[in-house]
Each structure stands twice: as structure tokens, then as C-alpha cells.
């Protein structure tokens, strides 16, 4: 989950987007809101909201982490205001071909994922961090004490991290496990323990 703590003082540091850290859906305009009294407001950005429609101008108020109004907020008032003018104001991007599984262990920040307003990584294109049947003590900086999706992503989250994550699984790591990289058919019996690495995996 991302923290709106992480956004620069200074909009300079992102390149001509301004990073939301979304919890909730950036829609139509709207002059929702409630008491009209945020912990950040963005001040007159150009909206783009990941629907496929033209970008608008419009003010986001946030509360408690999550995006509560989209419109004209001009009488509204928050903690802190953030001036948007000229630049565009979207949801997060998703990278669909990324290695950041080692890294994300040993640096949960993630800034240069973040600043270039990725907010959802997704891992797992060749080999995948699981299923494994053995691995070395260390890669790297990061101590490897995991076979599973679900104690790696354990790992992940007790170290925290800035982003949001997800996983394929790798045919080749289930290869691998099962037979190795031998040039041959594999045989019925490991077949069937593929079948259940990969449904286990999922």
C-alpha cells in the first residue's frame, strides 16, 4: 500500500507527472467530499484517469489515504495543498516486465519505481522466486529463507514496501524444479507434479 508521505516537497522531483497514490478509483468529476476540509488537495491538474476518456482539469481531495473528491474544490481546504498547475495528476502505472524481486527485499523504498510513478510491479517473467525446492543461503544482500509464493510474499511484507506487487509463475522455474534443464519430453509422473507446483503457485 503506498503512503502519500513518500511524495516530494518539491514537484520538481517527478518528471512532469505528479504521482497520486491511489486507494480508491479516480473517476468522473465530481464535487463530492463531505465538509470540503482534506488532509491534501491538488490544486488544478490535468486529470488523467486511466479510462481511455480526454484529460480534465479538476482539484483531488484526499482524506485518510484515499482520493474522496474529483471537480472544482475551490472553496475547500486541507493541511496541505499541492499546486498541480501545468502538470498531469493520474493513477499510478503498472510495469508488466520487471525483476525487482531481490531488490524490493533488500529496499522496500522503491524510489526509482515510485518517482517514475510506477505503482504496481509485476515479477515472475523468466524465473519466478517460487516454487523452488532448494535455495542458495544468500543472493546478494538479501538471505533467502523461502520455497513458496506465500513465504515470500511474507518476507515482502514484513519488510514493507512502497509499492504494490504481483507474480507469475514461471513455467521454467517449474521445469527446473521438476527435470532440470534436460532436452527431453518430460515423463507422466513429472507432468503431474508441474501440474500441482503450478496450481499450488496460483
Given at each position: 500500500?503506498?503512503?502519500?508521505?513518500t511524495?516530494?516537497?518539491?514537484?520538481?522531483?517527478?518528471?512532469?507527472?505528479?504521482?497520486?497514490?491511489?486507494?480508491?478509483?479516480?473517476?468522473?468529476?465530481?464535487?463530492?467530499?463531505?465538509?470540503?476540509?482534506?488532509?491534501?488537495?491538488?490544486?488544478?491538474?490535468?486529470?488523467?484517469?486511466?479510462?481511455?476518456?480526454?484529460?480534465?482539469?479538476?482539484?483531488?481531495?484526499?482524506?485518510?489515504?484515499?482520493?474522496?473528491?474529483?471537480?472544482?474544490?475551490?472553496?475547500?481546504?486541507?493541511?496541505?495543498?499541492?499546486?498541480?498547475?501545468?502538470?498531469?495528476?493520474?493513477?499510478?502505472?503498472?510495469?508488466?516486465?520487471?525483476?525487482?524481486?531481490?531488490?524490493?527485499?533488500?529496499d522496500?523504498?522503491?524510489?526509482?519505481?515510485?518517482?517514475?510513478?510506477?505503482?504496481?510491479?509485476?515479477?515472475?517473467?523468466?524465473?519466478?522466486?517460487?516454487?523452488?525446492?532448494?535455495?542458495?543461503?544468500?543472493?546478494?544482500?538479501v538471505?533467502?529463507?523461502?520455497?513458496?509464493?506465500?513465504?515470500?510474499?511474507?518476507?515482502?511484507?514484513?519488510?514493507?514496501?512502497?509499492?504494490?506487487?504481483?507474480?507469475?509463475?514461471?513455467?521454467?522455474?517449474?521445469?527446473?524444479?521438476?527435470?532440470?534443464?534436460?532436452?527431453?519430453?518430460?515423463?507422466?509422473?513429472?507432468?503431474?507434479?508441474?501440474?500441482?507446483?503450478?496450481?499450488?503457485?496460483?
Amino acid at each position: 500500500m503506498n503512503d502519500l508521505r513518500t511524495l516530494p516537497t518539491s514537484l520538481a522531483a517527478l518528471p512532469a507527472l505528479l504521482l497520486l497514490t491511489i486507494l480508491g478509483a479516480c473517476g468522473a468529476p465530481s464535487d463530492g467530499g463531505g465538509d470540503g476540509a482534506f488532509d491534501v488537495l491538488i490544486r488544478g491538474g490535468r486529470v488523467v484517469d486511466g479510462t481511455g476518456n480526454p484529460w480534465f482539469r479538476a482539484d483531488v481531495g484526499i482524506r485518510d489515504d484515499q482520493i474522496v473528491a474529483v471537480g472544482r474544490l475551490e472553496v475547500a481546504s486541507a493541511e496541505r495543498v499541492v499546486d498541480a498547475e501545468g502538470l498531469i495528476v493520474a493513477p499510478g502505472f503498472i510495469d508488466l516486465h520487471t525483476h525487482s524481486d531481490m531488490p524490493l527485499l533488500a529496499d522496500g523504498d522503491a524510489q526509482s519505481k515510485v518517482r517514475e510513478v510506477v505503482t504496481l510491479d509485476v515479477i515472475g517473467e523468466s524465473s519466478t522466486v517460487a516454487p523452488r525446492d532448494s535455495l542458495p543461503p544468500r543472493l546478494g544482500d538479501v538471505v533467502v529463507d523461502w520455497t513458496t509464493f506465500t513465504e515470500y510474499f511474507r518476507r515482502l511484507e514484513e519488510g514493507g514496501i512502497s509499492m504494490n506487487v504481483i507474480s507469475q509463475v514461471s513455467a521454467m522455474q517449474v521445469q527446473d524444479i521438476v527435470k532440470g534443464y534436460e532436452s527431453r519430453p518430460a515423463t507422466d509422473e513429472e507432468l503431474e507434479r508441474m501440474r500441482e507446483l503450478t496450481a499450488c503457485s496460483m
